[in-house]
């Protein structure tokens, strides 16, 4: 079935909780296992229903913002969400009081219960108003980005679509392009600061509401951090500062000097131009690039050939960056169809081809758990899903010729440079949520100055003379996860970690690499990060040496390349 055939249809909120109830009714008087099995299969089924429409929603709601009746239905989801989540932590607390528990527990994977165990602790009937109320921000702050209108050279660009101009290989054109880029968000500033602000209040309340300090530990019960914690995090983000950090300068300064800058200082509208030839481009349209991506994926392996078949024949992407359209791009889940679908915002420029390798790879995962019982655990946790999707950027290296042609050295380059840079700043991102919830008093300047003064430690070749919203601290202002999906960031840079282990693997010509990677895409989310990792022969981000070994990796690879060779 083609996307647009797929039928959407409101779920009807009373018949859903009296469902709900029904099963709960269920599960509490079942006079055997076998009727309490049924029972916790028919709440998974329902669920997968509820999510399916409701992601049918989300994604059209995201294509086109300005769609009035999917903007009606995106609220009625904001509301009824939260009553939902209570119902269900209502329910999962009946099953895990079960006598019957314990049979279960020996038929589906652990994770569901420690998900469910902390589901308990992050919820409760007093905060849903809250959770509500937090809904309406998310979709405030979604909708005023999807609207910008950016005049610029005679034309009205977006957010997204202007980016191609500020990689434009004329140094006056990128630069009033950047100018153009943030004068709208400070234009905008006192806006996003007042939404930033009543979310950072919102979850403050509910975090004080279920008996915690602040909001950091239900952020990480939210993000189901099954197996590390807070002193985790806050030890690799030292050893970021010590191992990557360096080597990121490091390839500033080559960059630097191949752009005629006499230290690693680089202003922000050069910041994205690696080469003085022009930073590599596809040489092809978009849907000349969907069939090059068919073709790769047919010859990675025939369980890749066959999902992105699929994808492409059930029109299951929209990849054109467009008006009204929301911010970024995702991957996500149709559970009554057992088929991803893929959201992305192509400006021309290369990060179209690695969105159609990252988020194919999440494609790729969800379709190969597709059929793990209970569903709820298709989708692993955050940052072992990112393990999918940054690795495979790397698996399809070899077939990017198809992409780049002349320019595919250039994107290796600039691919894993990217690829190394970004740790540092999604540490960055993370550290900086972790001081704003736990400084809920503080004004929107104190997290202006904040992000400003983190920023010198993880990227200090910032230079941002000339645009004072940035100067001021103003970047994360554009960094979507910060406002839509807190503490959702450094997930990334410990997924980036694990692919770039698995590109040492394919430099090392490994025939286990990517068998590897399938073993784990088939896993879903039925083991928690660490215990993923493992199966997957990689190391663990937070083990000591790791991180070093990985940056000798990849300072050996560049060691004699430079951005003035291309």
Aim: aromatic share 14%; glycine share 4%; hydrophobic share 35%.
């Amino acid at each position: 079935m083609k996307f647009e055939e797929m039928k959407y249809s409101r779920p009807n909120h009373k018949a859903v909780l009296a469902e709900l109830e029904s099963i709960q009714n269920r599960i509490k008087n079942a006079e055997n296992y076998e009727m309490f099995k049924n029972a916790f299969l028919d709440l998974d089924d329902l669920m997968q229903h509820v999510d399916t429409q409701a992601n049918l929603c989300y994604i059209r709601h995201t294509i086109n913002t300005a769609d009035e009746f999917y903007k009606q239905e995106t609220d009625y989801f904001d509301e009824i969400n939260p009553v939902l989540e209570e119902y269900i932590t209502q329910i999962n607390r009946a099953i895990l009081e079960s006598d019957y528990s314990k049979q279960l527990r020996e038929e589906i994977p652990q994770t569901w219960f420690t998900k469910a165990e902390f589901g308990l602790k992050s919820m409760s009937p007093e905060i849903v108003e809250d959770l509500q109320n937090e809904a309406k921000l998310q979709s405030a702050y979604q909708a005023l980005v999807a609207s910008a209108k950016i005049p610029f050279e005679g034309e009205t660009y977006t957010l997204a679509s202007l980016q191609k101009k500020m990689a434009d290989k004329n140094r006056e054109v990128r630069k009033e392009a950047t100018k153009a880029y943030w004068q709208w968000f400070a234009d905008h500033e006192e806006e996003i600061g007042k939404i930033y602000s009543d979310m950072v209040d919102v979850r403050t309340r509910m975090a004080k509401k279920l008996g915690f300090e602040n909001y950091v530990p239900l952020g990480y019960l939210k993000m189901q951090r099954l197996d590390y914690d807070k002193e985790d995090v806050e030890k690799y983000r030292e050893n970021v500062l010590k191992a990557v950090v360096p080597v990121c300068t490091a390839l500033y300064e080559k960059q630097a000097k191949s752009l005629g800058y006499p230290d690693f200082h680089i202003p922000a509208w050069d910041e994205k131009i690696e080469f003085v030839s022009g930073n590599p481009a596809p040489k092809h349209s978009r849907d000349e690039m969907v069939q090059a991506a068919l073709k790769m994926y047919q010859d990675l392996s025939p369980e890749t050939g066959e999902y992105f078949e699929k994808m492409v024949n059930q029109n299951l992407m929209d990849l054109d960056a467009k008006p009204h359209k929301a911010a970024g791009g995702y991957c996500t889940g149709l559970n009554d169809y057992k088929v991803p679908f893929i959201f992305a915002n192509f400006n021309g420029t290369n990060s179209d081809v690695e969105t159609l390798t990252h988020e194919a790879g999440h494609g790729f995962q969800a379709y190969s758990s597709r059929n793990i019982v209970p569903a709820s655990v298709m989708w692993p946790t955050m940052e072992s899903a990112e393990i999918h999707s940054m690795s495979m950027e790397f698996f399809t290296w070899p077939w990017m010729k198809d992409f780049f042609e002349e320019d595919t050295d250039k994107y290796y380059f600039s691919h894993l440079g990217g690829s190394v840079k970004f740790i540092p700043y999604g540490v960055l991102v993370d550290h900086f949520q972790h001081e704003v919830y736990e400084h809920p008093e503080w004004t929107h300047e104190q997290r202006m100055d904040c992000f400003r003064r983190l920023e010198k430690e993880y990227l200090p070749h910032k230079d941002y003379e000339g645009i004072d919203v940035l100067e001021r601290g103003g970047w994360w202002m554009r960094q979507l996860h910060i406002f839509m999906n807190p503490f959702y960031y450094i997930d990334y840079t410990l997924a980036q970690v694990c692919a770039l282990q698995f590109w040492k693997r394919l430099q090392d010509q490994d025939p286990k690499a990517f068998e590897d990677y399938k073993a784990i895409c088939e896993l879903g989310g039925t083991l928690p990060f660490k215990e993923i990792v493992k199966k997957a022969n990689l190391k663990v981000p937070f083990e000591d040496g790791c991180l070093d070994e990985t940056m000798d990796s990849v300072s050996e690879w560049f060691k004699d390349r430079n951005n003035a060779d291309y």
